[in-house]
């Protein structure tokens, strides 16, 4: 794989790093072959600093290391994605990703990212349970309220339909989703692991039709 990269004329390849399951992008770095050797060994990531003129291990100093799940090479072969599993944040300064500062902003596009940012918020609400907020109350609860609501929100998604109303469907869908996720911090269930079970069936059942 790395005999048919092509690396600049420093010797260096564009790593844009990435979250495995969020999908977020975490930080753009650099590789020599040395590093991206390193990293296909180890299995965390490796890059070439430019200012320093060395090879750094993420995470080496900090703890903050990046478990590599997939590598993939564009079309060009001049630029590589790395998957990773992060174990602390990608950026020096703290943040879970270098990318927090919005250029352009269209609010009013849904995004899957939401659903990484519902799931820490709930989590966090179970170990805080602050006075007032609703996912405190469900928590508060306990599970037979959190599944009757489930079922609620089930059947209210299953009326809006029934009823050709679009709009009911869209705001009962997010209320059934995040009933969802809070059944799942209930159960402590990862909602990647229930992704992980929509992705192996998909694969096995691509596999059966070839």
């Not at 990531?45 to 997939?70: A, C, D, M, P």
């Not at 990703?97 to 609400?125: A, H």
Request: with cysteine; charged share 30%.
């Amino acid at each position: 794989m790395i005999e048919g990269l092509k690396f600049d004329e420093k010797g260096l390849i564009t790593a844009v790093v990435q979250d495995a399951q969020s999908k977020e992008v975490l930080t753009v770095a650099y590789m020599n072959e040395e590093s991206l050797q390193k990293t296909i060994e180890t299995g965390e990531t490796w890059f070439y600093s430019r200012s320093r003129e060395e090879l750094w291990h993420k995470g080496e100093t900090s703890g903050n290391t990046q478990k590599v799940v997939s590598i993939k090479a564009d079309c060009d072969q001049d630029a590589l994605v790395v998957e990773v599993l992060p174990a602390g944040p990608a950026c020096h300064n703290g943040t879970t990703s270098c990318f927090t500062e919005s250029v352009v902003q269209n609010d009013k596009v849904g995004s899957v990212d939401i659903i990484p940012q519902l799931v820490d918020i709930i989590r966090q609400r179970e170990i805080d349970m602050p006075e007032g907020a609703y996912t405190t109350y469900l928590f508060e609860k306990g599970i037979d309220k959190i599944c009757k609501k489930v079922g609620e929100e089930a059947t209210e998604v299953v009326i809006g339909a029934k009823n050709r109303d679009a709009d009911e469907v869209k705001w009962e869908a997010a209320d059934l989703i995040y009933h969802l996720l809070v059944l799942l911090q209930e159960q402590k269930i990862s909602v990647y692991d229930v992704l992980e079970v929509l992705k192996t069936r998909h694969e096995e059942k691509r596999a059966s039709t070839k």
